[in-house]
């Protein structure tokens, strides 16, 4: 079956100019946004490199220099296919920002694709494979506001300031979130001119920001997608609708945006999505509301705790023997009603571990 890569090959020939940007060209942007662009992209807009060059510069580098930049092997492929095509090849990309913080609780990343006639589309990097990057992602459960979300409007405001023109905000997995957030609680005048926001299996948001005025303004022009077996894009709080996307994966592994599959221009479709990701939104939704905030912030807490005595700085290292023995350990001491939901957390991140271990 089709997915991005053979998208980019059947439709690279044609200019946005011919097809407007679509659903699936947003996702392509989406998933760049995973390669680390630091110290090789200018921070001045007008010395940006447009993606031919861009794809050339990650060639002429060493091996290991190169391929480490890469969260997955395709994404170099992904890259030197936009820069090779008609249809991307002569736009540049510009504004590459990453910036991790612990003290914080900090992952964020972004790029922008600067489009003809002076738009631009604003791409949010989702959860990478840090602690870090999980944790954050954990406190969407508690927490109104993320350090990541209010980065994302920072950064939308900033290059809205930059390019006049029309504007598109997209991201995957966690980044599908700081996308409809960023844009959302954005200025209003930077809100009147986002064409359209792309949500690509995000997790949603606590109730206060869905009754946000912005939030309620910008809803008809949020395009939520999630795969037939979502989980992450089934948590928390959506108001918008979404589109049920044909992944040739299984559980948990459908979340990766190379698995989804393309029909023409658009996205292979299914009527709805399954009943194991309507069951795992159900339980999960029901458990957090027997919940107080104190209460989700001591689970979310505790299971940052077992992780960290792991040792490990990222999840593929989860599935290592000594790691599973400290952490089934640091469990032993938490309360029976909390065991069994990080049990099932845990072994979740564990498996989805193991699956790196095999494929990298």
């Keep these: 079956m089709s997915n991005m890569l053979d998208y980019l090959r059947e439709r690279g020939g044609i200019p946005l100019s011919k097809l407007p940007l679509t659903p699936v ?5 989406s998933t760049l946004s995973y390669v680390q662009f630091d110290h090789l ?31 997955d092997t395709r994404d170099g492929e992904l890259l030197e296919a936009l820069g090779q095509s008609l249809r991307f090849g002569s736009l540049h990309l510009a504004g590459a920002k990453e910036l991790l913080d612990e003290e914080q609780e900090l992952q964020f990343a972004a790029i922008t694709l600067l489009l003809e006639g002076g738009g631009a589309l604003v791409a949010f990097r989702g959860t990478d494979g840090t602690l870090i990057g999980w944790k954050e992602n954990l406190n969407l459960s508690f927490l109104d506001v993320i350090p990541g979300q209010q980065k994302a ?30 844009a959302a609680r954005s200025r209003e005048p930077v809100r009147e001119r986002i064409q359209a926001v792309y949500n690509y299996d995000g997790p949603g948001f606590r109730k206060k920001v869905l009754e946000d005025p912005g939030y309620r303004e910008i809803l008809k022009r949020i395009h939520t997608f999630v795969p037939q077996g979502s989980v992450v894009g089934m948590l928390l709080e959506h108001e918008e609708s979404y589109t049920v996307v044909q992944s040739n994966e299984e559980g948990l592994l459908q979340h990766e945006p190379y698995s989804w599959e393309v029909s023409g221009d658009g996205f292979r479709e299914l009527t709805q999505v ?34 960290k005595v792991s040792g490990a700085k990222r999840i593929g290292e989860l599935a290592r023997p000594k790691n599973l023995l400290a952490m089934l350990e640091r469990l032993g001491g938490e309360e029976e009603k909390t065991k069994e939901m990080l049990l099932i957390t845990l072994r979740k991140l564990v498996e989805a571990a193991a699956r790196t271990i095999v494929s990298g």
């Excluded at 920072?154 to 598109?168: Q, R, S, T, V």
């Excluded at 399954?274 to 989700?296: C, F, H, P, Q, Y």
């Design 274 to 307: 399954t009943e194991g990701s309507r069951m795992v939104d159900e339980t999960i939704k029901n458990w957090l509301a027997g919940l107080s905030i104190k209460e989700r912030e001591h689970v979310i807490e505790a299971l940052y705790e077992i992780l």
């Design 25 to 29: 060209d947003a996702l392509i942007i």
């Design 153 to 182: 409007r920072e950064y939308l405001e900033k290059i809205a300031d930059l390019c006049p023109g029309n504007l598109y905000v997209a991201g995957h997995s966690k980044g599908g979130n700081l996308a409809v957030y960023g």
């Design 41 to 71: 992209i200018a921070k001045d807009l007008k010395m940006a490199p447009d993606l031919l060059e861009l794809s050339q510069m990650f060639w002429e580098l060493p091996g290991e220099a190169r391929t480490h930049r890469f969260r």
